[in-house]
């Protein structure tokens, strides 16, 4: 063997070598690409996911509050379900045409009579809300409403100008809600029948129980309604409210107090908040 021939033989085995390195780093590449992908895509649905089940849990505390404060022979908490909202503050209307519960309704998420702010899922769109009509003897798994995250454009939609910043119905649905796409959080009546029975004691009663009363009413899911957004402060009726607790030394007096105050003001999840209410709903 030549020295010439020792040689190429070399340079040819180190580009096999490079050829072989840059293959492995090529597909390394692709492959962190695809689970970079994959990442993002999850930490969207994520978040996505929680914007969804705090609606849901806000619509299921609404519902439960009004049904609580005025039930109704022949009707269910589906009946107490807020419509989409057609105005700028997020409010929900109720009246017809524009809400009835015999019909479903298309539109965006009821913010503002929910206390929850003007929801969004990941990719910056406002949560939609569809309700379906109500039936007067509904099933445990009766669909009652759907929730939705729109995600991304989608090619063929046009969301240009649509996207308000107060999220309320005028946009066209078509740009924002598919089936395919979008991410939806059914909810089903189950979640509601707990309204017909969990009530606080009826008004009635002394002091004690009506004023635990009025602020159980505020109860929203894990959300308090006697907060005054945008801040943490409540509300004069629900801090007029505890104030009478203890003018009347009730033995709820104390969580009462806890009711109005963070954490709990701000959410009902924490136990503290949790224990609060269970000694509203047995004052006396």
């Excluded at 589906?78 to 539109?107: F, I, K, L, V």
């Excluded at 509601?192 to 004690?208: D, E, F, I, K, N």
């Excluded at 602020?215 to 629900?238: D, I, M, W, Y």
């Amino acid at each position: 063997m030549t020295r010439r021939t020792a040689t190429a033989r070399r340079q040819r085995g180190a580009a096999l070598l490079a050829i072989v390195l840059i293959t492995v780093l090529a597909l390394l590449g692709y492959m962190l690409g695809l689970w970079q992908d994959d990442h993002r895509e999850q930490v969207r649905r994520q978040a996505s996911s929680a914007q969804l089940a705090a609606a849901r849990d806000a619509l299921v505390g609404y519902a439960l509050r009004e049904w609580c404060l005025a039930p109704t022979s022949g009707q269910t908490p589906w009946d107490r379900m807020p419509c989409p909202t057609t105005a700028s503050d997020g409010t929900a209307s109720h009246a017809p045409p524009a809400c009835d519960h015999g019909s479903e309704q298309t539109g965006r998420w009821p913010w503002g009579s929910l206390g929850t702010g003007a929801l969004r899922d990941a990719s910056g769109s406002c949560l939609w809300y569809r309700l379906k009509p109500s039936q007067p003897s509904p099933g445990a798994s009766d669909v009652v409403a759907e929730l939705r995250a729109p995600g991304p454009t989608l090619p063929g939609q046009n969301r240009s100008g649509q996207d308000v910043a107060g999220c309320f119905t005028g946009p066209n649905a078509a740009a924002f809600i598919d089936d395919g796409n979008d991410e939806v959080l059914e909810l089903r009546f189950a979640a509601l029948q707990a309204a017909m029975t969990t009530c606080p004691p009826a008004g009635g009663g002394g002091p004690c129980s009506q004023n635990a009363s009025t602020l159980l009413a505020h109860v929203n899911g894990n959300n308090n309604g006697c907060r005054v957004l945008p801040g943490n402060s409540a509300s004069a009726t629900c801090q007029n409210a505890a104030a009478a607790l203890q003018a009347n030394a009730c033995s709820c007096a104390p969580e009462g107090d806890v009711f109005i105050k963070p954490p709990c003001i701000g959410s009902l999840n924490p136990p503290q908040c949790q224990a609060a209410i269970a000694a509203l709903q047995s004052c006396n």
